[in-house]
């Protein structure tokens, strides 16, 4: 039941934009909640690199005193990964094409991440 909220959400996520290509809510430790990822593409190592990237971005953050991390945002030639917090256990990852208008993706994630918290 959980699980097909989730899916429902991302989705929505991936249907509101032609910018995003996937979406996924991971746990923090790393295993795979929901995913809507292009075929063959491996969840659990997904999984694992969204929450070492969001775990080694909170330790950036607070040593540098950057204050509380919201985003990890990550750019390469063939467009963006971004990952956030969805409530205090699980993490949001999103792949968006290159030519992507980040602020409205931004938006729209963090619409996803309001309706992510509310179910966890």
């Known amino acids: 039941m959980r699980s097909d909220l989730l899916t ?6 991936n249907g509101s934009s032609a910018d995003i290509e996937a979406s996924a809510v ?3 430790d790393g295993l ?32 540098l005193q950057r204050g509380t991390l919201e985003q990890v945002l990550i750019k390469g030639n063939n467009g963006y990964v971004l990952m956030a917090h969805a409530g205090k256990d699980a993490v949001i990852s999103v792949m968006a094409k290159p030519s992507a208008r980040l602020g409205l993706v ?3 994630v963090k619409r996803a991440v309001e309706d992510i918290t509310k179910i966890l």
């Open 8 to 13: 429902s959400i991302l989705s929505d996520l």
């Open 106 to 108: 931004f938006l729209d």
């Open 26 to 28: 991971i746990s923090r």
């Open 32 to 63: 795979m909640i929901a995913a809507m990822l292009p075929t063959g593409m491996d969840e659990d190592r997904v999984g694992a690199m969204a929450a070492a990237m969001l775990s080694l971005g909170d330790r950036t953050s607070q040593e």
